[in-house]
C-alpha cells in the first residue's frame, strides 16, 4: 500500500475464507434487487426528464416489476434485500410501502442513483445522507446495508458508510465469501457481500435503442446462473444475485427467476437469506 503518491488499494484485511452458515448449511443465497425506477435513467442523462419513453423503461420496474417479484417472493416464502434510491422511496412510496410490509430488507442506493466518482466527494455525502433521510421520513427505516449505484466504491464512500453506521457494502468483486474492509487508515470498515456481473440480470436482459445490447435468452442466462450456483455451493460461498424489477420485472425473466429458485431447492443446504442476515452471521462470528 503507497501512499506517497495517493496510490493506496483498497484491501481485505485476509486472505479468502468461508464463513460458517446456520443450521449446518452449505452456501448462502441472496436475492438482492436493485429498485432504481426512473432514476437511473435521470441519474445517467439529465435530458432523459423529457424523454417520457425512456422513462417508461424505468416505470416499467415499479409499476409491474416491484408487484410482479413481491408476489413471486410471497408464493415461495422468501425474503430478498431491495437496494432502493432515496428518490424511488420518495417518487414510488407505495411500492416501497410494499416491500416493507412484506419483511423484506431495505437497502440504500443513494438517492438519484449518481456514480461513485472520487473527485465529487460532496455529491457522494449527499447521496448517501439525503437518501437516509427520505426512508427515515417516509418509513421510519435506518438502513444497515449499501450498494452504491453502478455497484462502483471509493475511499471515501467507505470511510463515509463506516462513519454513518452501515454493517455492510455489496459491489465488490473480489471474492465469493464475505469478508471485512480495511479503510486507509487501517481501521476495520464495513462487511462485504461481493457480487459479480456475471449475476447480474442488466448484463443479459436490457437494451436501448441509442445503446443496443444484445438481449439473452432464457437457456442462456439460466444455465450461467445455475453453473455459477453450483460451484459457490461447492466451494461454501455466498451466491449474491442482482436483479433490477424493470428486468426482471419482465415476464420471460420472471420465468428464469422462478425457475433458478426451483433449482436451488432441489438442495436442502441452501440457506436463503437478506443481505443483513449474512453481514450479521459474520459479524457475530468475527467476535466467536
Not at 460458517?20 to 435521470?42: I, Q, Y
Not at 437496494?83 to 407505495?94: E, M, S
Request: one cysteine or more.
Amino acid at each position: 500500500m503507497k501512499q506517497g503518491n495517493s496510490m493506496v488499494l483498497q484491501t481485505s484485511g485476509s486472505d479468502s475464507k468461508p464463513m460458517t452458515f446456520p443450521g449446518g448449511k452449505r452456501c448462502a443465497v441472496c436475492l438482492t434487487f436493485d429498485f432504481d425506477a426512473e432514476s437511473l435513467w435521470l441519474a445517467r442523462e439529465p435530458e432523459n426528464a423529457g424523454k417520457l419513453a425512456t422513462l417508461s423503461q424505468g416505470r416499467y420496474g415499479a409499476k409491474v416489476g416491484i408487484p410482479k417479484i413481491l408476489e413471486l417472493l410471497r408464493a415461495d416464502g422468501l425474503k430478498g434485500t431491495f437496494f432502493t434510491p432515496g428518490w424511488t422511496v420518495d417518487n414510488h412510496p407505495d411500492k416501497v410501502e410494499a416491500i416493507v410490509r412484506d419483511g423484506h430488507e431495505l437497502g440504500h442506493h443513494g438517492y438519484v442513483h449518481y456514480w461513485p466518482d472520487p473527485a465529487q466527494e460532496g455529491q457522494m455525502l449527499d447521496e448517501v445522507d439525503r437518501g437516509l433521510e427520505a426512508m427515515q421520513r417516509r418509513f421510519g427505516v435506518k438502513p444497515v446495508g449499501y450498494r452504491p449505484p453502478g455497484s462502483e466504491s471509493t475511499h471515501y464512500l467507505l470511510e463515509l458508510l463506516t462513519q454513518r453506521g452501515f454493517l455492510y457494502n455489496s459491489c465488490f468483486k473480489d471474492d465469493i465469501h464475505p469478508y471485512r474492509h480495511v479503510l486507509r487508515d487501517g481501521s476495520p470498515g464495513l462487511i462485504e457481500l461481493p457480487e459479480h456481473p456475471s449475476l447480474d440480470d442488466w448484463s443479459y436482459g436490457t437494451s436501448h435503442l441509442r445503446f443496443p445490447r444484445p438481449i439473452f435468452g432464457t437457456d442462456h442466462v439460466l444455465g450461467i446462473w445455475q453453473d455459477e450456483f453450483r460451484v459457490i455451493r461447492e466451494w461454501g460461498g455466498v451466491y449474491v444475485l442482482v436483479m433490477h424489477p424493470q428486468v426482471t420485472g419482465r415476464p420471460m425473466r420472471m420465468e428464469i427467476l422462478r425457475r433458478f429458485i426451483a433449482f436451488t431447492r432441489q438442495f436442502d443446504d441452501v440457506w436463503y437469506a437478506t443481505g443483513q442476515e449474512i453481514a450479521e452471521a459474520f459479524a457475530a462470528q468475527e467476535q466467536s
